[in-house]
Each structure stands twice: as structure tokens, then as C-alpha cells.
């Protein structure tokens, strides 16, 4: 490898989540999971790599701070996998399998606003090696899994689904893409950034925690995610938005609520989360109909989806209820978007800067290769 390669991979955000792993070793989930690829004109990771005979040590720089190789077991095993795959595609003596490699990523959205930033983060480590090394896209997903779960779900675009059960073989699981991004143009995301501070227990933690702990989950696993998966994928399908909101929501309550049956109990949402909750429960029934759906992962920031035709209308009663202490930064990403709506129902406005920011972006691609490097030649971030 002469040069280096750089990528950038997106973030995806899932409507029906995965929680709780059947092998923790090689993270396989024990639930399907299935999940919308975000634009990465808004929000990517993006990763450099350059590799060779002459670097003496494997070196990881992450938001320009150099990370701890040895400290970190899941990085550590994405790297071997990687080498086991050069080895197995090239010969067992290859001497690439054998060269260190040079690491630089960063993230163009705030990690402090604590969004879900490990499943770029991996899927964009992964199929930057992948490049540089020239290694097929088959195997991809399941050493990204192994970094993060829900990063396999990252390199591919539009709707993702990823399946727990493989016919094919017990230590693995698969990722199918149900549709493009170009499948349901329609199709907005806002991220609502809540005012938060206090640190959260991780996704790996919780979800062991309710694995041992939660009777719920086992119910959820068994009898719900299925149902809802099949029904998800057929809504998606037929981008009927009204279902495809109603099952997301009912997901994420359910996430959540299984969260609150672990024990000890974590728990991720917080005031402001609820009062989002119960506005956009509130705006679809001034409206009569389903418009806009939320889902939360394991923190307090809401991902709302809704349809075009309804954005200026939702947009300019969210800003009515939830108004910003600054005006100039707070709705952010996709820079066409107008708000003219006039406020048409009565809901009561809250106290201001609740939220930090909204973020407005939409579906899009998995990853690719982009000409902007993070490192030199001599493997040295810039
Ligand atoms: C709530 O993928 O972060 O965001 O596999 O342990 O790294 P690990 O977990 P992670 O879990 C994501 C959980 C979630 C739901 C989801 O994205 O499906």
C-alpha cells in the first residue's frame, strides 16, 4: 500500500432496536434489528489508513486524540480479524497480514452531544481497511459487529435490516439492505440535541445488564420483534408512512420500558425526552393522523421522522413549543429548508434552550472513498 486511503461512513438510527447479544464474543444479536441510513453530508465518520513494512507499531488517533491500542480489546480484534482475512484471501505468508497500521478518524458532528457516533465510527474503520487492502465486501459485516453491533448496519444506505438467525451457519448473523435511500425521497430525520449532561451507562452495559435481568426482554425477543419486523419491512415497502411511525414509536417505548424492567435500571431518557414524547403525540392528534414518528436510542436526543410535505408546518410548532436560546444555530443541516407555517394549534410553549440544536438531514449512501486526507505519507495526522 502505497498511499493512503480515506472514507467516510454514515450513522444509521434504528426503529426496531437491537438489544442484547446470544454471543458476546462474537456479538450476534439476539433480536433482529432494522434501521435507516442518515446522509453523510451531514453526519459521517470519516477514517484514513496507511499501512506498511515500515510503521513499527499500529497507531489509533480519534477526534485528534491518540487512543490506547493495547487498551482496547474491540479495536484490537477488528484489526486481527482484518489481518485473518488478508490471510485468507491473499496466502497464510502474505506480508501485508503482517504490516502495522496507521489509523486517523473523526467525526464532523459533535460527539459531545452524545449521539450514537460508534457505528460510523466502526463501519467506517472497517471498509477504509477493507479499501486499502482490497478485500471483498462480503465479510465486512461481521467483523464491523465486532467493533459495534449496530455498526454492521452502517455499510449500506437507504433501510437495513439486520437479521439475527443465518441459515447458513450458528456463528453468524446477516445484513440486508430492504430498500435504497432513494426508495422513499420523502423520508426527513431531525435530531432533536437535548440539553444533557449526565453520562449514561453504555449500550454494551445495559444491554447485558437487561439480558440477566429483564423478563421482558425475553418477551419482546420472542414474541414482538419478529411481528414488528415483518410488519416495518412491509410498511417500508409500501411507504405507508402512518404504520411505519406507529410500530417505530411503539419499538423505541418498548426499548425503553425494557431498560426501566433491568435491574438495576438504566435509564436514558430524560425530562426533556418525555416532554418530546408527549408533543409529538399531542401534534398528531391536532393534526388527525400519524405525520411524525420519534425513536431514542440509549440516551436522551430524539430522531424524529416525518414526510417533506409536513416539515414546515411540524417544524415551526416544535420551534413554537420548544424555543431555542439562540435562534441563528439552532436548526442546522439541510440549509434549503424554509419555515413559513403559520402556528396553527394552541400548544403551550416550554421554557427556552431545552433542546441545544436541531439537526435536519434525510436517507442516504454507505460509505465511500473520498480524496481529503487525515494522515501524511509518513502516517502522521495532519
Ligand atoms: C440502543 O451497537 O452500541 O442504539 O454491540 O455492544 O457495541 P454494542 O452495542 P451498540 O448498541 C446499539 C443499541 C441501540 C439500538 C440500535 O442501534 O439498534
Redesign the pocket.
Known amino acids: 500500500m502505497d498511499h493512503v486511503v480515506t472514507c467516510i461512513a454514515p450513522v444509521?438510527?434504528?426503529v426496531i432496536?437491537?438489544?442484547g447479544?446470544k454471543n458476546e464474543e462474537l456479538?450476534l444479536p439476539l433480536n433482529d434489528?432494522l434501521?435507516l441510513t442518515l446522509d453523510c453530508e451531514q453526519m459521517h465518520a470519516k477514517t484514513s489508513v496507511i499501512a506498511g513494512p515500515f510503521f513499527e507499531n499500529d497507531m489509533v488517533w480519534l477526534n485528534g486524540e491518540i487512543m490506547s491500542v493495547d487498551g482496547n480489546t474491540r479495536l484490537q480484534k477488528c484489526f486481527q480479524l482484518v489481518r485473518d482475512l488478508i490471510k485468507k484471501k491473499k496466502g497464510v505468508n502474505c506480508a501485508e497480514a503482517k504490516w502495522k497500521i496507521r489509523v486517523c478518524s473523526e467525526n464532523n458532528f459533535p460527539t459531545a452531544a452524545g449521539l450514537?457516533s460508534?457505528?460510523a465510527g466502526y463501519a467506517c474503520l472497517i471498509y477504509t481497511l477493507a479499501t486499502a487492502f482490497q478485500l471483498t465486501d462480503e465479510d465486512l459485516p461481521s467483523i464491523a459487529?465486532q467493533?459495534?453491533?449496530?455498526?454492521c448496519?452502517s455499510l449500506n444506505g437507504g433501510f437495513v435490516h439486520w437479521r439475527a438467525d443465518v441459515d447458513k451457519c450458528e456463528s453468524d448473523s446477516t445484513v440486508v439492505q430492504i430498500a435504497s435511500d432513494t426508495h422513499w425521497p420523502e423520508m426527513i430525520v431531525l435530531i432533536l440535541v437535548v440539553n444533557d449532561s449526565k453520562k449514561k451507562t453504555?449500550?454494551?452495559i445495559g444491554?447485558k445488564q437487561s439480558v440477566n435481568t429483564s423478563e421482558l426482554l425475553k418477551y419482546r425477543v420472542n414474541e414482538c420483534v419478529p411481528k414488528r419486523t415483518a410488519q416495518i419491512i412491509q410498511a417500508i415497502k409500501d411507504k405507508h408512512f402512518s404504520k411505519f411511525a406507529e410500530i417505530t414509536m411503539r419499538d423505541s417505548n418498548q426499548?425503553h420500558a425494557i431498560c426501566l424492567d433491568t435491574y438495576p435500571p438504566c435509564i436514558y431518557l430524560n425530562h426533556i425526552s418525555h416532554e418530546i414524547i408527549s408533543f409529538i403525540h399531542d401534534y398528531n392528534e391536532a393534526v388527525g393522523q400519524i405525520k411524525v414518528a420519534y425513536t431514542f436510542?440509549?440516551g436522551p436526543n430524539a430522531f424524529v421522522f416525518l414526510e417533506k410535505e409536513n416539515l414546515s408546518s411540524f417544524l415551526s410548532e416544535l420551534i413554537h413549543v420548544f424555543p431555542p436560546n439562540h435562534f441563528d444555530t439552532y436548526l442546522r443541516g439541510i440549509s434549503s429548508i424554509q419555515i413559513n407555517s403559520r402556528i396553527m394549534f394552541n400548544f403551550t410553549p416550554k421554557e427556552k434552550g431545552l433542546l441545544k440544536y436541531i439537526m435536519v438531514t434525510k436517507l442516504g449512501n454507505g460509505p465511500k472513498c473520498i480524496n481529503s486526507h487525515l494522515l501524511n505519507q509518513d502516517g502522521i495526522p495532519y
Request: charged residues 20%; aromatic residues 12%; glycine residues 8%.
Open positions: 444509521n438510527i434504528a432496536k437491537y438489544w447479544k456479538v434489528s434501521s450514537a460508534s457505528a459487529r467493533g459495534s453491533g449496530s455498526a448496519r453504555s449500550s454494551t444491554m426499548f436510542d440509549a
